[in-house]
Nanobody, 127 residues
Framework: VQLQASGGGLVQPGGSLRLSCAAS????????IGWFRQAPGKEREGVAC????????YYADSVKGRFTISRDNAKNTGYLQMNSLEPADTAVYYC?????????????????????WGQGTQVTVSS
């Protein structure tokens, strides 16, 4: 059972990256997918989430209008399209599954609500 984030790299400000979150050993379709990031010396923060059934999406204010979360259940994979990247977006990005419950509108960004943290992927935005 594993969830692997990939697709990170070095990009100039204003550039784009597409991160992937591939699940193995379980069916990601039954879970919400959350993307988090952690910069050096900072706490892990929720970036975006997409639910399992109706694909409701949630975004941190800092990425609204720039990032888009999506999923392809047939490929057992989630995605995070990141456009107009800024140096402040530099961090290790992680994905994790969760089962939303009551209060998810407030709880989606809380890392304690997620399980199965895998290795992240480094995103560096620099000129």
């Amino acid at each position: 059972v594993q969830l692997q984030a990939s697709g990170g790299g070095l990009v100039q400000p204003g550039g784009s990256l597409r991160l992937s979150c591939a699940a193995s050993g379980f069916t990601l379709e039954y879970y919400a997918i959350g993307w988090f990031r952690q910069a050096p010396g900072k706490e892990r923060e929720g970036v975006a989430c997409i639910t399992s059934l109706d694909h409701t999406t949630y975004y941190a204010d800092s990425v609204k209008g720039r990032f888009t979360i999506s999923r392809d259940n047939a490929k057992n994979t989630g995605y995070l399209q990141m456009n107009s990247l800024e140096p402040a977006d530099t961090a290790v990005y992680y994905c994790a599954p969760a089962r939303p419950g009551i209060g998810w509108t407030e709880d989606w960004s809380k890392s304690a609500r997620y399980d199965l943290w895998g290795q992240g992927t480094q995103v560096t935005v620099s000129s």
